[in-house]
């Protein structure tokens, strides 16, 4: 299990994991549960490049990041680990 911490968005925090280039158990801690539980739901078992493909630069308001966006810098950083 990965936890990322955010910044710039109400999710406090994601967890999740990436096995094989998928993204799985996708957790939102804070932010909007509604919007971030159906996100979590709708990536489950995507691969990770998907992920990244549609979420990657969504803002949220004025912010110039979104939940879904640090999502996606989480699995980068996760892929960078990886290959490391």
Request: with cysteine; hydrophobic share 35%; aromatic share 4%.
């Amino acid at each position: 299990m990965t936890i990322y911490n955010t910044a710039g968005v109400c999710a406090k925090e994601i967890d999740f994991e990436l096995k094989d280039g998928i993204v799985t158990n996708v957790r939102f801690n804070g932010g909007c549960p509604g919007n971030l539980q159906a996100i979590s739901v709708l990536v489950e078992g995507m691969p990770a490049e998907e992920v990244i493909k549609k979420l990657k630069g969504i803002t949220c308001g004025q912010k110039t990041t979104s939940c879904t966006d640090q999502l996606v810098n989480a699995i980068l950083e996760q892929m960078k680990k990886k290959q490391e």
